[in-house]
């Protein structure tokens, strides 16, 4: 039993080895015909050409020329000329102040410019015989205006002045009996001489009045015709006007026998107060020629002299160098207000640095001017600004030429060129992200591109031509040996070395030659394919 038993698990024994190596064959068999096997799948051929990697960012549309622009002084606006979305000039006027105070001042200092010019000339040019004598003339009059004065009381003068005191009282009294004869009150036959003719007045008004309105409602009748009916009116008008004259002049006669004429007695009061006002003057001027001159008057009179005679020597010798150089520093002060009273004239109207569009007015007409009023930009100026990491920075150089996309026209696209990178970052606070802003000028287009649209960049990092290329999904890597491998049309798999790339062909530095065949089966597609660090990976997102 126990020999059985033993037998038994011997041949299990044997029949479990015969199955391992049967397996073992087997398995063999199939490795060695799957190698020996042609492959199957897409066969693509190693070509020479031209190969550009590029890298890609996104950014804002900004304005190279943006203006925030205020006036240089305050004030009322009078006028705005503009509105958002106003294309202008340079030099335009955008808004103006009001400018009445301002025009003033620039009119008073012209005035005075011409003043100090006149002053100056006047210094400059000799005087004119006729100046000459006129200022001989004065200070001969003086001259003798003083001796008069220190030789005392002339009979003859006094005498004149006793003339005019007298006719200054004989006006006096005519104003006064004048005054008397218009207060006086009238007799009674007079007055009753008046009334009566007032009523006899007022009698052939009434009638002429009746008669007139009688003509105006007569018809015409038998031999009474319009003609001689409007010859009537006429007649009976011109009556009834003629007798209310006479009424009104009754009336008034009436009126000054009983109050007297208010117009004639208000005109005589004043004759009188002017002929006594005069008789005062009179009296004063007799009583001073009786005394002879005060000591203020003599005083005053050798002021005058030494005036005349100042002005006569002035005119002799001319102007001095003091004097003239005064009148040109007057002048030149003139001259420099004139300039201040003009520029803020010109302050007062705010025009355009550039051409370019409105994009706000912020102040309305009537309100204060303050700070900035209106904005605008120039949209020849528009640049793409990309926000660029550090690390990706050192691909970037002034001239790169790149292809960009707008997010409003996706499907346009528009050449730029990179004109200018930040020298300093723009490190958001509170984050360790580090940019440098990048600007790109945009080449022509017809696209109405606006400030502040979203678009994105592709630049190109690096070109090669006349290189050897293969399509990136023929490669296959071996990321742990960080080898890279194509499989050619017989089935050899074969090393190779790469370079640049692009979105759809690898750069082969080594291992193929024109014209390889290569069979594309479980190739990885090239994204895959080159791990960080491999050869032609490209910045911030590069294909």
Avoid at 107 to 127: D, G, K, R, S
Avoid at 154 to 176: G, K, T
Avoid at 225 to 233: A, G, Y
Wanted: glycine share 6%; proline share 3%.
């Amino acid at each position: 039993m126990n020999k059985l038993r033993q037998n038994k698990w011997i041949w299990i024994t044997i029949g479990i080895v015969l199955l391992i190596v049967t397996f073992f064959f087997v398995r063999q068999g199939q490795r060695n015909a799957n190698a020996q096997a042609p492959q199957t799948g897409d066969i693509v051929t190693a070509f020479v050409g031209d190969l550009s990697a590029s890298a890609t960012a996104s950014g804002n549309i900004q304005a190279g020329q943006l203006a925030e622009l205020a006036l240089l002084r305050g004030g009322t606006v009078a006028e705005i000329y503009v509105a958002v979305g106003d294309t202008v000039t340079a030099d335009d006027p955008l808004l103006q102040l009001e400018t009445a105070e301002l025009e003033r001042n620039v009119a008073n200092a012209v005035q005075a410019v011409v003043i100090q010019e006149t002053n100056l000339a006047t210094l400059l040019e000799p005087a004119t015989e006729a100046e000459i004598i006129a200022a001989e003339a004065a200070v001969a009059s003086a001259e003798a205006n003083l001796a008069d004065l220190r030789d005392g009381p002339d009979a003859n003068a006094i005498a004149a002045a006793e003339a005019d005191v007298r006719a200054a009282q004989a006006d006096l009294n005519a104003a006064y009996a004048r005054l008397s004869d218009l207060t006086a009150v009238a007799d009674a036959d007079e007055i009753a001489a008046a009334q009566i003719e007032l009523e006899l007045a007022q009698v052939a008004a009434t009638q002429a009045a009746e008669q007139h309105s009688t003509v105006l409602v007569t018809e015409p009748e038998g031999f009474i015709t319009q003609d001689t009916l409007d010859d009537m009116e006429l007649s009976a008008r011109t009556a009834a006007l003629q007798a209310n004259a006479e009424l009104q002049a009754a009336q008034e006669t009436l009126d000054e026998l009983l109050n007297g004429n208010p117009n004639s007695i208000a005109s005589a009061q004043a004759s009188v107060s002017l002929a006594a006002a005069s008789l005062k003057t009179a009296e004063l001027r007799l009583q001073q020629v009786q005394e002879g001159a005060s000591d203020m008057q003599i005083a005053q009179a050798e002021a005058s002299l030494a005036s005349a005679e100042a002005t006569l020597d002035r005119l002799l010798r001319g102007a001095s160098d003091a004097q003239i150089t005064i009148a040109e520093a007057q002048l030149v002060q003139a001259q420099t207000n004139l300039a201040r009273a003009e520029q803020n004239l010109a302050n007062a109207t705010l025009t355009a640095p550039y051409d370019g569009v409105i994009t706000a007015v912020n102040v309305s007409i009537g309100e204060q001017a303050s700070g900035v009023v209106v904005e605008m930009f120039n949209p020849d100026s528009l640049e793409l600004v990309l926000d660029v990491d550090e690390v990706d920075i050192s691909n970037i150089i002034l001239g790169q030429e790149a292809i960009i996309t707008l997010e409003t026209w996706p499907d346009e696209e528009v050449e730029a060129t990179v004109v200018s990178i930040a020298p300093r970052n723009t490190a958001a606070q509170g984050s360790g992200l580090v940019t440098y802003d990048v600007y790109l000028a945009l080449g022509e287009t017809n696209l109405p591109i606006r400030v502040g649209t979203t678009a994105n960049a592709n630049l190109i990092t690096a070109q090669r031509s006349d290189v050897l290329l293969v399509p990136n999904r023929a490669i296959t890597p071996d990321r742990a040996a960080g080898k890279y491998f194509v499989t050619r049309a017989s089935g050899e798999v074969v090393e190779v070395t790469i370079g640049l790339r692009d979105g759809e062909n690898t750069q082969i530095t080594s291992g193929l030659e024109a014209g390889d065949e290569l069979i594309v089966e479980t190739a990885q597609p090239v994204e895959d394919v080159l791990a960080p660090g491999g050869g032609g990976s490209g910045p911030f997102g590069g294909n």
